[in-house]
């Protein structure tokens, strides 16, 4: 969910007066079509919707220069302002309505299309019961668009400034047709930036400022190449070679470089779990993966301090739940949700009552003895951790558990995906980003009938504090944190899943390198304002 990256290269005193930030990318940048594309963490800065994501998660201002609430919030009018796509073209509101149909449409397969869910007839034009043309947004003239929700969406906002609703050009997608998005200059842009030199497979391209661009007075960079590195040696030398501006550091290298002046941690709302499968076909591995004391028992028998400081040692951080830290924050107190759902005996490294849960979990199974596989997708390209923590799993659950064998199937990513949706998996090693900065974006995840809820869990009284959040509560902010935070305790507490570890990501970043706007979720690179001194 998650693009964790940044590259390029050109010599350090050219790049410094021409405004140019060099970063590495992880991996090729797999598409630019915002319908069918995997992940959104760069492609804020060349598509723009409504509005973009500013500091801590904030919506700023975007194409819209005014937006309507109605009072019961089911009824967004947004004012477009003047703005133009990167060809000279008029951004219009018919934009908006194109590109979401298009997006929303089952034939194209979008992995995001759940994030319309809540915007009127969204969930059934997806399942291919309705025609796109039946979806709740119109435009009743150039400068105007009405969006018409099921219900009231408190984060909309928000999720208006994610990438994957920003408008597309009708005239430009049908006069490229199977090029369109198959090559830099087969597509236009909304945002700061515009994207040079990318052919589809590259392992190099960049982002130009977009001079078409409503506030590219406010832009100071001409340029953020891109190089792909995916060895944190390499890139490492490439930085100490003054031919990258940031360089993100292995395991290894944070040991060696965290006291460094240029040393910078980038925190991701991506929390690592473990997911249990509640329809496993083998009945005595569903007996066990069915009850809470034995799901507590493994959550207990889990040292995360020791995980992530030792183990993982690169700086990631112990979760409170499911909900990553410094996603959101109480709407009245400003307290961070992190601290709404911590719950005793739950998160806690705490091995004897880890040993009394387990034993009455066996004593209510009647089953002493048990196998269980541990799933895990890893790939060469994918977080090295993954190795580590699966063994560390083993090691662990053994010891802590008397009569609880683990074996290990490591498998590349995409297999791993298959088999989770197939619900082919006893415990799954996975994980979730918060698409925006809402903590719904995680519990939805564990809610009956979620396209995500792979191992099928299923809690009345958790769906229920989910259905008020997003129903009667949802224009109440007091009340709908508060039926969060208790979905969220309660979801601790029967161990829905088990939260292992949050993302941290390091990096070395040249001083000279100034503005970037980070956040934890959704579009996390932002880099309208950023500028080399």
Known sequence: MI???CGAKKSSKTAGSAQTLRLAAAAQLNTIDISTSSGYGQTGNVYESFYRLGKNGKPTAGLAKATKVSADGKTYTFT??????????????????????????????????????????????????LAPDQLGIRAPDQKTVVVTLERPISYFKVLMAYPLFAPQNQKVVEKYGKKYATNSKYMVYSGPFKISGWKGTNNSWQFVKNNEYWDAKKVKLQTISYKVVSDPQTS????????????????????????DKEYIQYPYSYVSFLSY????????????????????AISLALDRKQLTKKVLGNGSLVPTGFVSTDLAKD????????????????LDYNTKLAKTKWKAAQTATGIHNVTLTVLAGNDNGDDPSTGIVVQYLKGQL????????????????????????????DIALTGWGADFNDPISFLM???????????????????????????????NSEKRWQDMAQASQLLSQDQGVTPLYQS???????DNVKGIIHNTAGTQWNYKYAYIK
């Open 236 to 259: 490492l030398d490439l930085y100490q070679n003054d031919q990258l501006d940031l360089s993100k550091l292995s395991q290894e290298q944070v040991a060696n470089y965290e006291n």
């Open 398 to 425: 053994e010891k802590v558990l008397p009569g609880l064998s683990i074996k290990i199937r490591a498998v590349p990513t995409q297999v791993a995906n298959s088999e989770r949706r197939q619900g082919k998996f």
């Open 277 to 296: 499968n509640f329809a496993n076909t083998d009945a005595n591995k569903q007996k066990i993966l069915t009850n809470r004391d034995a799901r507590l």
């Open 331 to 346: 709407p009245q107190t400003g307290k961070d949700f992190s601290a709404a759902q911590k719950t005793a005996n739950t």
């Open 3 to 5: 693009l964790t990256a």
């Open 504 to 510: 941290v990501y390091s990096f070395l970043q040249k």
């Open 80 to 129: 477009l302002r003047n703005a133009k796509w990167s060809n000279g073209d008029p951004i219009v509101a018919q934009d908006f309505v194109y590109s979401w149909r298009r997006t929303i449409n089952p034939t194209t397969k979008s992995e995001y299309a759940y994030l319309f869910e809540g915007i009127k007839n969204a969930k059934a034009i997806s399942e291919g019961k």
């Open 445 to 475: 995840i564990p809610e009956k009938g979620t396209d995500y809820n792979y191992g099928k869990y299923d809690n009345a009284e958790y769906n229920a504090l989910l259905a008020k959040a997003n129903g009667t509560d949802a224009n």
